[in-house]
């Protein structure tokens, strides 16, 4: 009975989704596509064996996502919770509605982070813990992963270089590789979709998170494929990209000449994440993971279902793969009980839907 009324209010707030603007509708969708894609491989995060991997999903193979026990060699937290790649992006977009008359707000934002993330925040970040951890990993002598969230280096190097607000800018570690600078930044572009300073927002924002280069232009390319997914409607050609970067991003379009490589050679999702881009967080290979899954896929869930099965960083590529998805595919991509088992679902959707109006 308790799970019959979950799904029906699930299915409201589908609903509430389809009583928006078209446009709306989309923008909405692809945050609850980013939301619900990170949950579902949460449980297998960062788990590098895929041998491993394997045996924790026999039998299911053909459907590993929101696994029932954490296998994350990491942390531990329970079925439905998300990483830190979704907390970074759910972090802008509560910011966002703190923006007084929609104007972004750069200090705020760099404000908002630190209390979401620093000493005494809500959502369970211990930065003690983490580097307890990290010790350990490197004695050789670690007992087993944390129990509770893991603060993603990029906070840890935004913290050192932010220095309360006198630090210098861009706050973001000059090593950081990862794509949290995109999984900040996808509120923003669902916010200024339309803007003329969307790519100057989403570069700032991007920045405050890591400023090495190859993570920025990826970012940034990753905000423009949202963008004109939500401008299309969901039928813009993701290749298409390639013409209007060609000048500003040429490292990118490798990266996508990279993917259709794979895909002329029909290759599978597993093997040209294992062996060509590369399974951890790091970008170019975050990123084109990513897009190979999105392309290579017919639906929301086999995009989501084949990330997860590559193992690795797989939270973070199944959140752009899910904001791809969920904005091509729209609200009715996102089986209805993947949301009902994502914990933030209803959050993120009120706080959208608050962010548009």
Known sequence: YNEYKSYLRMSHIVEKIKKLDKVSQIKVSVLLGAVVGDAAARPLHWVYDNNALKSYIKGIEDRPEFLSDSKSPFYTLRTGENSCYWDIAGV?????????????DYYKLCETITASFGKGNKLGYDLDARQ?????????????????????GSIIEFFENYKSG?????YGGSKIKETDGFCASLPFVCKYASSDDLDKICQQVITTYSSWPTAVSHGRVACLIIKELIAS???????????????????????????EDCIRQDMEHV??????????????????????AHLTSSSYSEAIRKTIRAGGCNCSRSLFAGAMGAAKYGIDGIPIPWIEKTE??????????????
């Open 92 to 104: 802008s977009l509560s910011t966002i509605n703190k923006f007084e008359n929609s104007k972004f």
């Open 132 to 152: 307890v951890y990290m010790k350990k990993r490197r004695e050789g002598r670690i007992d087993g992963p944390i129990i509770g969230k893991w603060l993603s």
């Open 166 to 170: 006198v630090g210098t800018q861009p």
């Open 233 to 259: 409607m969901g039928t813009f050609q993701l290749m298409d990209i390639k013409s209007k970067i060609e000048a500003d991003f040429p490292d990118v379009v490798r990266s996508l000449e990279a993917v």
């Open 271 to 292: 093997p040209a994440v294992l062996y060509v881009f590369g399974s951890p967080c790091y970008n170019p290979g975050s990123f084109q993971g990513a897009v190979h």
């Open 344 to 357: 933030n679902a209803e959050e993120v959707v009120d706080l959208a839907i608050q962010m548009l109006q």
